[in-house]
């Protein structure tokens, strides 16, 4: 056994065919002629990120974005540099995210040679109709395809499906549900189509030329999949991630348990000894600078735009926030020595007034959100939020 | 000097028409300013007067003026033209022998011409017309001296034709005003009284009086006597105003000048107050004074929760320096806190306060929507007045309501005579007369209760009239009326910043608009709520907002905890920013959109 720290890694690959109607994430469209030079700058920055933590053990990485299998050669470029740098355990769980249309057989075969153990496949929905109205390049067919090719190649597969999306109904979320499970996928997540500032939905719904998102239709949706998965054996273990027995994401686990997780790339988000950091969100600007040296001492990272360390009262009400997303919910006794402060003190009657409204739980030590409060997380999660005092970076030069 | 060469005089017209400039080419050619160095309208020396181009306070300066071997000295004041500030030139008109009534050559004979015609007249004054903007492509002199001949019974060959832009014809402006205006009267040896026509605060020198000498003279060292209030004081300065202050020996008959006397606090002087000496105190009558100034419209001001109800009062004692004519008192309301209740001459003038109070004062206020007066005759008792809606008894404690009514002089042109009598009409309005001004403009007058004309009556009027129609308003009055008290409730919570007295037939229109527009604002609740206009037990109108069923984020972000916490401390923020009112939250802006009454039609 290594008695080194252990911890996980994102990288970010920001490369998409175009971009989503909905998407707000950090994307590029038609810089994959730079896609060489990016893989280079990520291996730079994974290389100050292990010297600079003192090379930890890293028992997940996760590469995500966009869609990596779109530049499956800066993947490659990326693992391989990983492995240099860190420690990788031998049962690391090792993610890629992927789109239907890019992940071909060869991309996949390239990918598990590489040690790639799961597949996370973007699939959203098996309707047509719904894949259209949310922009997406692929179909149906080909959407299951890639779960069958992916099934066929890796231990682990995981299947993102969207409800919410306008003009769906419970019977086609019924039967996108239905057809998931029938490929026989380790990990199911649902995700709530949102709607978000600045992206051409919210502008077609401002214009009145899409149906604004019905919360009615959302909440009947969230509560079918909590209904039908865990009877087809896939447990709910967060509100949106439903798995088979011990096949949950560790990698987000280790977000929800509020563990430190490095994190490489465009927008990239990282923390690590209690201090949190972002990177960029500029595709450019990230290239300059991921090579360069940091102007500040450890950390954050050379490409970072935002760093903060917060205070042990604020960082408990975090890791409450992020914890009670799981169904298990948090241990206040352990949170509490952890953090060096008293849940009880600091949140005591805020998770009272939570109870009495039938929002939260207690089991022992551990509060939990009930069936009621999974619906409203974000009304009891609020309480939690603390401000912190983050440094908003001015981009250096590079 | 002589009494017989000075000259008293006020530039009076509808708003815009050009009196602060023709004020800069008088200042100019009788070398109280260099042309050179002067912006335009130097009289409008307020930053809000700078900023919107309007003049607000009324401002006397001392011109000397040398013709035909004689010097003469020209005391002008400028007054303000838009109609919440006609309480100026009344003032300013107490301290005059004639007037110059300035009407824009393009524009014609408007609302407030009229008006301020009327008032020149009543007071006994000369007065000279002055058609200004000859040098318009778009004047019409010809007609527009018709008009005046029509409107306001002054002789054609009486009006003298300027540019107050090019100074052409200002020369004979001069000349006009010491020949046809008379000198000021008064007996240079009687007792002192002089008329207080108007008092400002100064950082530095305390309060400056602005004074018209009566009869005898004035000179520092004397022991003055204020003789409404009955307090004395001891002159340290008295002067002239060149238009800044120029300290003199002394101010003789018939003179406009300053006086400094060491008076702390604006209220204790009121204006229209007569001014005599001490000694002369028992022997003089007092001059007639003013009516003080009428407040017509009143609101509700409140700290947004960003501000404190300390920093309000603080505000608002300073600003109280500078304007005293507006009036506020404590009040609370469940909904909105502890604030005040404010009295104004008018919506310009609320406006102008308002604006003052969140911009040199850094406040961010909620107000309260404007509401006029109420007279309430009881069951049993003698009537009072409520300046607030939420004042208003049961109505089975109330024999009668009475709300201001006031007498409406429109202006606008022959083709449009139609709109504004049903726009009047449906405003409640009682039509009194009609009078052709020229061929294709008339006057029209309507008796019509002030709070139907403070609630967007203006734009409609601009709208219908393709923004030419002008108005004037006199008070004239209470009636009775058939007013009830609206009351707004959220869960069944009377929301006490949100009642309003209104016409019973309106009640139902104007319950379902606030309704609708708090449906669009309140943020849904985990229950239902049920939001209700009432008037007396009766539920006119409802809405309902019907319970969230979910309110979850489904997202990730890839491990960016920071921008989830973020969010989540944005929606805590917003709300804390809101008011719990029977267990419903409510944001501030739902407040402000329901106060606010614009874009209803
Ligand atoms: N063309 C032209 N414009 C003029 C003339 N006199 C004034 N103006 C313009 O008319 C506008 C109003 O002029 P002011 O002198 O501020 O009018 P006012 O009567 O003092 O306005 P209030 O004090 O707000 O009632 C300004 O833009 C002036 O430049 C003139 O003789 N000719
Ligand atoms: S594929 Fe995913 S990351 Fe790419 S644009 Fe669409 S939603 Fe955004
Ligand atoms: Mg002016």
Redesign the pocket.
């Known amino acids: 056994m290594d008695s080194r720290e252990m911890t996980g890694l994102y990288v970010h690959l920001p490369f998409c065919p175009r971009r989503c109607g909905y998407c707000d994430f950090a994307v590029v469209v038609g810089r994959e002629p730079e896609a060489e030079a990016y893989a280079e700058a990520l291996s730079a920055e994974v290389g100050w990120l292990a010297r600079t933590t003192g090379r930890p053990r890293l028992e997940s990485l996760y590469f995500g974005g966009g869609t990596p299998t779109r530049t499956p050669a800066a993947v490659l470029r990326v693992l391989a540099a990983v492995r240099a740098a860190f420690a990788v355990a031998d049962d690391a769980e090792v993610t890629v995210e992927a789109n239907p249309e890019s992940a071909t057989e060869e991309t996949l075969d390239r990918l598990r040679a590489a040690g790639v153990n799961r597949l996370s496949l973007g699939v959203q929905s098996f309707d047509d109709g719904c894949l259209r109205r949310l922009g997406r390049s692929h179909d149906a067919a080909a959407a299951g395809a890639a779960v069958q090719r992916a099934r066929e190649r890796f231990p682990e597969v995981s299947v993102d499906l969207m409800f919410g999306v306008p003009g769906t109904s419970a019977k086609s979320w019924r039967r996108d549900l239905e057809r998931a499970v029938a490929l026989g996928p380790d990990h199911v997540s649902t995700y709530c189509l949102t709607v978000e500032e600045h992206t051409p939905l919210a502008r077609a719904i401002r214009r009145g030329e899409a149906p604004p998102s019905e919360d009615a239709l959302e909440a009947a949706h969230m509560a079918l999949a909590a209904a039908f998965l865990p009877a087809c054996g896939y447990a709910r273990y967060e509100i949106s991630n439903y798995a088979r027995p011990g096949r949950a994401s560790r990698h987000n686990l280790r977000y929800w348990r509020n563990q430190s997780c490095l994190g490489a790339g465009v927008a990239a988000a990282a923390f690590w000894a209690g201090t949190r950091w972002t990177n960029t969100a500029d595709f450019d600007a990230y290239l300059a600078r991921a090579a360069g040296r940091p102007a500040a001492l450890f950390p954050p990272g050379p490409a970072a735009d935002f760093h903060e360390h917060l205070p042990p009262r604020a960082a408990l009400g975090e890791s409450i926030l992020v914890g009670l997303r799981l169904l298990e919910g948090v241990d206040l006794g352990a949170l509490s020595a952890r953090h060096g402060v008293s849940a009880e003190e600091t949140f005591g009657a805020a998770i009272r007034a939570e109870i009495e409204q039938g929002l939260l739980e207690r089991r022992g030590d551990r509060i939990a959100l009930t069936a009621r409060g999974l619906r409203f997380a974000n009304r009891v999660l609020m309480a939690f939020a603390l401000p912190g005092e983050g440094v908003r970076q001015s981009p250096r030069a590079s | 000097m002589k009494t017989r060469s000075i000259r008293n005089f006020s ?1 009076i ?12 080419r008088l200042l100019e050619l009788t070398g109280a300013i260099d042309p050179r160095k002067a912006c ?2 130097v ?2 020396s307020l930053s809000l ?1 700078r900023e ?5 306070k009324a401002k006397s300066v001392t011109l000397h003026y040398h013709h035909c071997d004689r010097d003469y000295v020209l005391n002008l004041i ?5 109609v919440d500030f006609s309480y100026e030139v009344s003032k300013s008109l107490q301290a005059c022998e004639g007037v110059l009534l ?1 009407v ?2 393009a524009q014609g004979v408007e609302a ?1 011409t009229v008006a301020n015609a009327y008032l020149a007249d009543e007071a006994g004054l000369t007065i000279l017309p002055v058609l ?5 492509a778009m004047a019409r002199p010809d007609e527009v001296e018709a008009e005046i001949e029509h409107s306001l019974a002054l002789e054609r060959e009486a009006v003298l034709r ?5 100074g ?1 014809g200002v020369p004979a402006v001069l000349e006009a005003i010491v020949a046809r205006i008379p000198p000021p009267g008064g007996d240079p040896a009687a007792p002192l009284r002089a008329l207080v026509f108007d008092s400002v605060f100064n950082d530095y020198r305390g309060v400056v009086l602005h004074v018209r000498i009566v009869d005898g003279r004035l000179g520092p060292g004397e022991r003055v006597r204020l003789m409404a209030s009955g307090r004395e004081y001891d002159v340290d300065e008295v002067g002239h105003f060149r238009p800044e202050l120029r300290k003199a020996r002394g101010l003789e008959t018939g003179e406009v000048g300053y006086v400094i006397a060491a008076i702390r606090d604006l209220k204790d002087v009121r204006v229209g107050d007569t001014l005599t000496t001490a000694r002369d105190a028992g022997r003089v009558a007092a001059l007639p004074g003013y009516r003080p100034p009428l407040h017509t419209v009143f609101c509700g001001f409140y700290p947004d929760v960003a501000t404190d109800y300390t920093a309000l009062r603080e505000a608002l004692d300073r600003l109280a320096l500078s304007d005293p004519s507006f009036s506020y008192l404590p009040e609370s309301s469940d909904a909105l806190g502890f604030g005040f209740r404010c009295g104004f001459l008018g919506l310009l003038h609320l406006e102008i306060v308002k604006e003052r109070l969140e911009r040199d004062h850094d406040l961010a206020l909620v107000q309260t929507l404007p509401n006029v007066s109420y007279e309430i005759v009881p069951a049993a008792g003698a009537p009072y007045r409520i300046d607030a809606p939420g004042k208003m008894p049961d109505a089975n404690l109330i024999r009668e309501i009475r709300e201001p009514v006031v007498l409406v002089s429109l202006i606008v042109g022959a083709d449009q005579v139609g709109g504004i009598m049903r726009l009047c009409i449906e405003r409640r309005g009682s039509f009194v007369s009609q009078e052709y001004i020229s061929t294709t403009r008339v006057r029209l007058q309507f008796r019509m209760p002030l709070s139907e004309i403070i609630h967007d009556f203006y734009d409609r009027l601009k709208s219908i009239t393709r923004g030419y129609g002008t108005m004037d308003y006199q008070f004239a009055g209470f009636a009775a009326a058939d007013l009830v008290r609206l009351r707004i409730l959220v869960a069944r919570s009377e929301i006490d910043a949100l009642s309003l007295v209104v016409h019973r037939s309106q009640a139902e229109y104007r319950g379902r608009k606030i309704l609708q527009k708090l449906r669009k604002e309140i943020p849904r609740h985990l229950f239902e709520v049920a939001l209700q206009a009432a008037v007396g037990g009766k539920i006119i109108a409802r809405e309902t907002i019907s319970a969230l069923s979910k309110d979850v984020t489904a997202k990730c972000y890839g491990g960016d905890v920071t921008r989830k916490r973020k969010l989540l401390e944005k929606q805590k923020e917003g709300k804390r920013r809101m008011r719990a009112v029977g267990g419903v939250e409510i944001p501030q802006k739902a407040f402000l959109a329901a106060l606010r009454t614009d874009e209803e039609n």
């Open positions: 530039i017209a509808h708003i815009d028409h050009g009196k602060s400039t023709l004020a800069d335009d309208q009289l409008d007067e919107r181009g309007i003049t607000i400028d007054t303000p033209g838009h300035l824009d050559a407030q200004n903007k000859i040098d318009l300027v540019s107050a832009k090019t052409q």
